[in-house]
């Protein structure tokens, strides 16, 4: 399953919040309210954000964080992806802070996390001169080839864990068979620290898709490692291909039983134009089946595997109330099948 590096990047910072701000801001964590939590303003940044010339895609994360004082700071975050690099890139982190002061007038702290190896583009300000009149925005910037894997290993932080799995990106071995021994091993090491299962769990996550196989047989035999290592039914990092398995599955069931039926209403009318509206209405129809059917076989599916009714119901925008309601369907119907 292909998951973009902009979005697997998205993904890890948001769900990895406080220990991302703890990993790259230490000098400031003492100011920062962490019991307050975050909020994540990315619908602002999109609104506001410079075209990207020539279609180069970086991961971009705006969050929401309060200091003790009750002072309210945005932390503007990109992330500069092996293989796009951008000659324009601070010119581009300086246009995205001003608009974003502009409209919101808030402290705003920026930073560039540079995960490739061209250092001639790794900036960390933006100047400009000129008769007289000259003004500089001066930014964070993390280069990940300065922190070798070793030292990585050696940070307690989760998101150091998150930088050591971007190094297979990086770094990438020419043996595949390599790049297996070496999520194994940094999979390994991470259940010997002291963190909490979900992050392990997000975090072997990012380590099996940061550096995707190519051959399906060592993928095979990798997923089968995943699940000696983690003593599960399934590797922790197919939760995505469950995710999307069961909603294709749903969806699709549910299309061809509405669809049937349109026809069906169709036949019955006689009359092409019937047959023809009983294809539309059939199509409407087997959408909203489609999803109905989507929940009631997936979400089940889903707490068998462990996910809580909050995490379901945010997987898919519903409430917990209606998750209640469809493993309690689950249930009565599996008794009446028993019976």
Known sequence: MHISKDALWKGVIESLAEDFIRYFFAPFVHLIDFERGFEFLDTELQKLIPDNPGGRRHADKLIKVWLKSGQEIWFLIHVEIQGYQDPLFNRRMFECFYRLW???RV???GLA???DWERTYH??????????STFSYQFNSYVLRDHLPAELAQDPNPFAAIMEAAWQHLDLPEDEQDLRALKLDLIQRLKQRNIPDEKISLIIDFIKYIAPFTNSEIQANFDQDLI?????NI????????????KKQGLQEGLEKGLEQGLEQGREEGREEGREQGREEGLVQGIEIGEAQMLEHSVPLLAQRGLGID????VYQITMERVVEILE???LESSREEE
């Open 107 to 109: 402290p705003i702290t």
């Open 235 to 246: 590797p922790m990092g197919l939760r995505e291909a469950i995710l999307d398995d069961v």
């Open 123 to 132: 900036f960390s300000s933006f100047s400009q001169e000129y008769m007289g």
């Open 228 to 232: 000696n290592l983690t003593n599960a």
């Open 311 to 314: 995490a379901i119901a945010e």
């Open 102 to 104: 502009e409209k919101y």
């Open 113 to 115: 996390v540079y995960t």
């Open 329 to 331: 369907k689950h249930e």
